[in-house]
T-cell receptor, first 115, second 116 residues
């Protein structure tokens, strides 16, 4: 079965330190990959996506993500975390074949950036 | 995102009542979605619509129905609400520009529904 895993329920990092939020997927072919962020009491906001090309994708708010095909991973990164980055982060994958209407969502990772 | 609005934002109701959640968008997108979010379960797709005449069931459609009244409006109904439908509900939209299969979704602010 196709799936997306975010292996860490919560990530804690000190302000100013680099952060990584992990995502791995089990989907055949070359999927499209997305990261979304959810701030408290808000809807999800799109951060970035990988479709094809350069494995390092840059997105909003200084975030970037690295696609690794051999490890089937798409980890979200930021060189220097801010307290305001504290939020819930979701990885999502759209399979390249079959029903092209549905994203497969990870369960989310709660990021806490400590001052 | 103010371009996707949901009403009401909060609703408390009783078991057995019929509830309608409404979603409107000014983005001009053709695709619309309804999700529910439960703690620890991520997002689950309830229904999705590619255009006014195209309605499709998602992963958890039982107990729900939808209506796409216009391109800009997509309503979700709970015909007879039950307590395990207590959740946060999100509407989302996307478009088909540039091929469409990889365009991101834009979410409304959510409706917090409590069924007593």
């Amino acid at each position: 079965a196709q799936s997306v895993a975010q292996p860490e329920d919560q990530v804690n990092v000190a302000e100013g330190n680099p952060l990584t939020v992990k995502c791995t997927y089990s989907v055949s072919g070359n999927p499209y990959l997305f990261w979304y962020v959810q701030y408290p009491n808000r809807g999800l906001q799109f951060l970035l996506k990988y479709i094809t090309g350069d494995n390092l994708v840059k997105g909003s708010y200084g975030f970037e993500a690295e696609f690794n095909k051999s490890q089937t991973s798409f980890h979200l990164k930021k060189p220097s975390a801010l307290v305001s980055d504290s939020a819930l982060y979701f990885c999502a994958v759209r399979p390249p074949n079959g029903n092209n209407r549905k994203l497969i969502w990870g369960l989310g990772t709660s990021l806490a950036v400590n001052p | 995102d103010a371009d996707v609005t949901q009403t009401p934002r909060n609703r408390i109701t009783k078991t057995g009542k019929r509830i309608m959640l409404e979603c409107s968008q000014t983005k001009g997108h053709d695709r619309m979605y309804w999700y529910r979010q439960d703690p620890g379960l991520g997002l689950q797709l309830i229904y999705y619509s590619f255009d006014v005449k195209d309605i499709n069931k998602g992963e958890i459609s039982d107990g729900y129905s939808v209506s796409r009244q216009a391109q800009a409006k997509f309503s979700l109904s709970l015909e007879s609400a039950i307590p395990n439908q207590t959740a946060l509900y999100f509407c989302a939209t996307s478009d088909t520009s540039g091929g469409g299969s990889y365009n991101e979704q834009f979410f409304g602010p959510g409706t917090r529904l409590t069924v007593l």
